[in-house]
């Protein structure tokens, strides 16, 4: 599925211009559709923020916008049991908030699931309250025992897309990327 992007970018070319999306942006649209997803369901944050904006603004994907991450994992297990690939997008503090239903379904029900979360806490994260974020998504990740990989260049965007569904989807379990560095707005200098 290509997605003309002209409508959020500004140009059908996609070229940048003052006021258009970040590169990560683009290629996380292009590579959601590439990876067969037409849901995603959010709780937006400043770190993808652009992404956010974008989706509400592409026809081929559905954008579901909650007000807690909560929410998310039974938007995501509904989608999939009705035949629709969709993926949850957060920052990583609302994995915290997440927990009970994600383990609900990952250990009772095996439903594969994609998080795509920021990290929030990178090294320089210059936030003094972004720091226990990034401590906790490790562990957190470990002990639900989901599967993850970090993408830090726009150049992985849209491949490591393609490869987390079909990770999910042959072993029937959540696994989840962490977006930093050039795929992130924002970011701290020293992770660039």
Same mark, same amino acid.
């Given at each position: 599925m290509d997605?003309? #992007?002209s409508v959020a970018t500004g140009s059908a070319d996609g070229q940048h211009s003052q006021g258009s999306l970040p590169e990560y942006c683009e290629l996380l649209i292009r590579g959601l559709g &590439?990876? +067969?997803v037409s849901l995603v369901t959010a709780v937006p944050e400043s770190l993808l923020r652009s992404a956010?904006?974008?989706l509400a603004e592409t026809p081929d994907i559905r954008y579901v916008r909650v007000a807690n991450e909560a929410e998310m994992p039974g938007i995501c297990a +509904?989608?999939?049991l009705g035949g629709t690939r969709a993926v949850m997008m957060? &920052?990583?503090?609302g994995l915290r908030q997440a927990c009970e239903p994600l383990t609900r379904l990952a250990w009772a029900h095996? #439903? /594969?699931m994609v998080l795509l979360m920021a990290h929030r806490?990178?090294?320089g994260e210059r936030n003094w309250w972004g720091h226990n974020h990034a401590q906790t998504m490790g562990p957190i990740l470990d002990a639900l025992r989901f599967p993850y990989w970090h993408v830090r260049t726009l150049d992985e965007?849209? /491949?490591s897309l393609r490869k987390a569904w079909d990770h999910a989807d042959s072993s029937q379990w959540p696994v989840a990327l962490v977006f930093e560095g050039e795929c992130v707005e924002g970011a701290p200098v020293a992770a660039r």
């Amino acid at each position: 599925m290509d997605h003309d #992007l002209s409508v959020a970018t500004g140009s059908a070319d996609g070229q940048h211009s003052q006021g258009s999306l970040p590169e990560y942006c683009e290629l996380l649209i292009r590579g959601l559709g &590439e990876a +067969g997803v037409s849901l995603v369901t959010a709780v937006p944050e400043s770190l993808l923020r652009s992404a956010y904006a974008a989706l509400a603004e592409t026809p081929d994907i559905r954008y579901v916008r909650v007000a807690n991450e909560a929410e998310m994992p039974g938007i995501c297990a +509904g989608a999939y049991l009705g035949g629709t690939r969709a993926v949850m997008m957060m &920052e990583n503090s609302g994995l915290r908030q997440a927990c009970e239903p994600l383990t609900r379904l990952a250990w009772a029900h095996r #439903l /594969p699931m994609v998080l795509l979360m920021a990290h929030r806490g990178d090294f320089g994260e210059r936030n003094w309250w972004g720091h226990n974020h990034a401590q906790t998504m490790g562990p957190i990740l470990d002990a639900l025992r989901f599967p993850y990989w970090h993408v830090r260049t726009l150049d992985e965007i849209r /491949p490591s897309l393609r490869k987390a569904w079909d990770h999910a989807d042959s072993s029937q379990w959540p696994v989840a990327l962490v977006f930093e560095g050039e795929c992130v707005e924002g970011a701290p200098v020293a992770a660039r």
